[in-house]
C-alpha cells in the first residue's frame, strides 16, 4: 500500500494521511490545520531582551474565542520599494516579490502551505546585499490554484521554481529553504544544480526516510489544559464553525505557538500569521505532504559540489536534537551553524548573527568555481490516477456529511465505472476503513486494489501483504464474519516472523488477542 501511510499506520487508532506530512508535524493533540499553522512560526519582529520565552512557561488561555480578528495590512505595503509581479510558468502563474541588489537569493516557504508573508520583514535586512525574490507556490497565497491537485507535486513546485529564475533572467542564484521550504530547496538543488551557486537550509526538512530519530519535542512546553483548549479549538474549526484564520488565531492565542516558537510572538504577529501566512488551497497539503514522503534525500549529497549553509536552532522544537546529527551525515560538505536561542525561525530569533552569516556566505559562495555533477539524481514519484486525485481532493475537505456523500458518489462512480486504478481504490480503502458502517465499501475497495496492484504495482504488494491480511481480518470482523478473521488472524500469526513495522500496532499478542475477541473500532 501507500508508503506515505502505512510508514505510520495505527492499526487500532483512526490515523489521516494530513497527521502523516512530515517528522516532526505529527500531533496528537490538534488537526490538521493547528498542526500545520504551527510551521508557520508568525511574523516575528523579535527583540533580544524582554520577550517571553516557551522555558517561562506561562498559561494564558482566552476564556472566550476570538472570532473578529484585527485588521491589519500586511508588512508588503510597508515595505518601501518593492517589487511585485506575476509570472507564467506552466499551466498557472506565480506571485513575485523582489527587493534590494546583489547576489540573486530565492526564498522558499515552508508549511507546505505558506506563503511569502512569512519572511517578512526580515530579509529586509539582506537587501543591501542580495537581490532578494519572494514568491508564492502554485496553491498558495496570490499564486495560481489547481482544482483538481494534479499539478501539486514536489516534480512541478521544483520546475515552477526553475520557470520563475528564467522569467526573471537569472543565470544562476542562491536557494534559501526554510521548514518545508528546505525539503524543496534540496529537490531543486539536486535537479537542477548547474543554476544554484548556494544552498542554505534553514530548519529545513530532512527528507530523510532511512533513518530512525526521536520523536518530536512539540509538546514538551504544553500543559495539559494548554492541549485541551488547542484540541476544542480544532474540533470546533472542522464542524464548520470557524474560519482557518480563526482557528490558527486562537490556537496560537492558547498556547499553540509554544510548539516551535522560542519567543512568544507579539499580538500583531499573531494577527498576522492568522491573515497572511496560512492560505493554501483545497487539497495543496494532502498532494504535496503524499508526495513528498515518496523521496528520499539520503545520502543523496555525499559528493554534492554545491557550497551548503545549514542554519539550526537548538530549540527548534518541530524534531529532538538529533536531527542536527543527522543533517550533518547527509550533508558531509556543508557548514552547519546551531543557534543556541532560537526555535524554528532562527532568522527572526537571532537575526544579527543569522544575516551576517548568510552574508559571509554568500559573498564566499558567489566567487567559487564549481563542479557541477550532470544531470537530476532524483527519481519522481509515478503520478496519481485521476480516482486518487479525487478521493484526495475530497478527503482533504473538513470531516462532514457533505465530505462523506461525495465519497460514496466518486465509490459509486468508480463501480460502475469499474475503474482499473489501483491507487485510487487504496485511497477509497483507507477513506473508509475507519468510518462506522462503511466496512463493507472498505472491503471491496481493498479487494480491488489487491486484484489491480498484482500488474500494477507488485512490489509494493508483496511488501504490504500481510498488512492487507490484518486489514481484511478486521473488515470482516467488522462485517460480523467472525470464521473468516480468525483465519486471516491465524495466517499472519503462523507466519509472523515476516510482519513488519508497516503494521502499526499488530504483533504477536495483537493477533492472539483478536483471535479470542472480534476487532472492533474505538
Known sequence: MNGAWQKNLKISHKVTIESLFSRGV???VVGTFVMALMLSSCDFIRKSHGRETIFDRVISIPKTLVLDIPKLSPLCDEIAGLKRGFVKVENSKLYYEEEGSGIPLVMISGGPGETHHVFHPHFSNAKSFAQIIYYDQRGTGKSSTDDTGVTYTIRQAVEDLESLRLALGIEKWAVLGWSYGGFLAQCYALTYPERVIGLVLVAAGDGLRNVKMKPSRQGMFLSQAECDAIGKIWTK????????????????????????????????????????NWTPAQGFR?????????????????????????????????????????????????????????????????????????????????????TYKPGNRLTWPKPLSELACKVLMVTSLPDTEERAERLSEIYRQAIEENSKEADGWERLFFTFFYKKGEAKKALEALQRYEHLAKTQDPEK??????????????????????????????????????????????????????????????
Not at 481 to 501: G, H, S, T
Open 26 to 28: 505529527q500531533s496528537p
Open 237 to 276: 474549526e472542522h464542524a464548520g464553525k470557524l474560519t482557518l484564520a480563526q482557528a490558527g488565531y486562537n490556537a496560537h492565542l492558547a498556547g499553540n505557538w509554544k510548539k516551535q516558537n522560542y519567543y512568544k510572538p507579539t499580538p500583531n504577529e499573531f494577527v498576522r500569521a492568522a491573515l497572511y
Open 286 to 370: 494532502s498532494f504535496i505532504g503524499q508526495d513528498m514522503l515518496k523521496i528520499s534525500l539520503d545520502r543523496q549529497f555525499d559528493d554534492f559540489e554545491i557550497p551548503t549553509l545549514i542554519f539550526e536552532g537548538k530549540w527548534d522544537l518541530t524534531w529532538d536534537s538529533d536531527k542536527i546529527d543527522f543533517m550533518r551525515e547527509n550533508h558531509p560538505h556543508a557548514r552547519v551553524e546551531v543557534f543556541e536561542k532560537s526555535g524554528h525561525a532562527i532568522f527572526a530569533d537571532e537575526p544579527e548573527k543569522f544575516f551576517r552569516l548568510l552574508k559571509e556566505f554568500l559573498e564566499t559562495s558567489s566567487k567559487k568555481t564549481i
Open 461 to 522: 504488494l508483496k511488501e504490504y501483504s500481510h498488512c492487507i491480511k490484518v486489514w481484511r481480518g478486521q473488515l470482516l470482523d467488522l462485517l460480523g464474519r467472525r470464521a473468516e478473521a480468525i483465519k486471516c488472524y491465524q495466517e499472519i500469526l503462523r507466519d509472523f516472523k515476516y510482519v513488519n513495522y508497516n503494521c502499526g500496532d499488530v504483533d504477536r499478542k495483537w493477533l492472539e488477542d483478536h483471535i479470542k475477541k472480534p476487532f472492533a473500532l474505538d
